[in-house]
């Protein structure tokens, strides 16, 4: 298991918009974001789940990245994406990337980075007892703006018998 978990933005905007950010520390203790992720989920416009995204943060459950970023990687990214890899490249065997972003994982793969996305978490936070239904959680998912593949989802709910 990866000692050092960093997220991204859209697994974090997503985990608030069901509710339940108090899943990651449970998974995994203490969960970093970079500031540049910091200043995109918390513009001070009440967007869909800031104030939980906020309150995390206040509470510890997430913090901000608390050492200088190195740019060991400059790639045509988000900012966000591009701190969280670089925060990765620093101890690639100990940190574990959470990001959805289809380009932002391949870059982070094809570093020899670990990867998980919302899907994978969601499974996770079944399997471990902290979640009722994987599936509620990807209808209400399914409802927001976020886009999950179909068969991301399926492979999801057959690991953890919801299919």
Known sequence: MASVVVIDASPLIEQALVGDLHWLPELFGQV??????????????????????AHAIAEDWVMVWPHPISAEL??????????CI???????????????ER???????EKGLKVAGTAAILGLAKKQGLIPSARAIFEVLHGSDFRISAAVINQVLVSVNES
């Open 32 to 53: 970093y974001l970079p500031e540049s992720v910091k200043q995109e989920v918390l513009p001070g416009k009440d967007a869909p789940g800031e104030p939980a995204i």
């Open 86 to 100: 670089n925060i990765g490249l620093t101890d690639p065997d100990q940190v574990l990337l959470i990001m959805d």
């Open 103 to 109: 380009a932002g994982r391949a870059v982070a793969q």
């Open 74 to 83: 400059d790639i045509d990214l988000d900012a966000g994406e591009t701190e």
